[in-house]
């Protein structure tokens, strides 16, 4: 009897331990620029991010060093950022609900605009 409930506790420990979004709740990948890019301000930058929103999400805002840039429906596809100023910044993904309200799931990479 001792053995099950040992095995229920870790059962449950390990639920606990894995992040929610590795358990269908939702994920934002950016494939490019990749972390850390160095972008030409003279060329044509996209943003191509893949979503899976979850149950909460509707659609993605697109963030640039915190400051909302556009409103994305697709949930896979690219997005053509504006000709940021040179130095760093950071580009951010966030699933947002249909009151445009983040829900927590995101991802932001950094890159440097020479």
Known sequence: MRFKHFFAALGLGLLLAVPATSLGQGRVSITAPADGATLDALDENRLVYEVDPGPRGDHVHVYVDSKEVGILRKLKGSYLLETPSTGKHTLCVKVVN????????E???QVTVK
Do not use: E, T
Not at 98 to 105: D, F, M, S, T
């Open 98 to 105: 249909k009151a445009h309200v983040p829900v927590g799931i």
């Open 107 to 109: 991802q932001c990479v």
